[in-house]
Nanobody
């Protein structure tokens, strides 16, 4: 089995920063296919950032403000979020893909106030 444990969400004022963490455990071969998604109430879940063996990519809305990184030794992926805006408010989920199967964390709430 694979388990993803997320942390780091919370309430922050606009312009502030948060660092999300996602620790993968269980039957992990590697964490070379990881991503962060978010979903606001009434909205579709969207890809925020991803990291693979080939590199990283970001949604246009967060490019230049968010950074995804990983620590393979710790089976952990991070999302550093800077210059946060109210429109970043959402539940953030990490996703791990391995052998054509997706594993999801439970999500962590990020709320950005004005």
């Amino acid at each position: 089995q694979v388990q993803l444990v997320e942390s780091g969400g919370g309430l922050v004022q606009a312009g502030g920063s948060l660092r999300l963490s996602c620790i993968a455990s269980g039957s992990i071969f590697s964490i070379n296919n990881m991503g962060w998604y978010r979903q606001a109430p009434g909205e579709q879940r969207e890809l925020v950032a991803s990291i693979t063996a080939g590199g990283t990519n970001y949604a246009d809305s967060v490019k230049g403000r968010f950074t995804i990184s990983r620590d393979n030794a710790k089976n952990t992926v991070y999302l550093q979020m800077n210059s946060l805006k109210p429109e970043d408010t959402a539940v953030y989920y990490c996703k791990f893909r391995q052998f054509a199967h997706d594993y999801w964390g439970q999500g962590t709430q990020v709320t950005v106030s004005s």
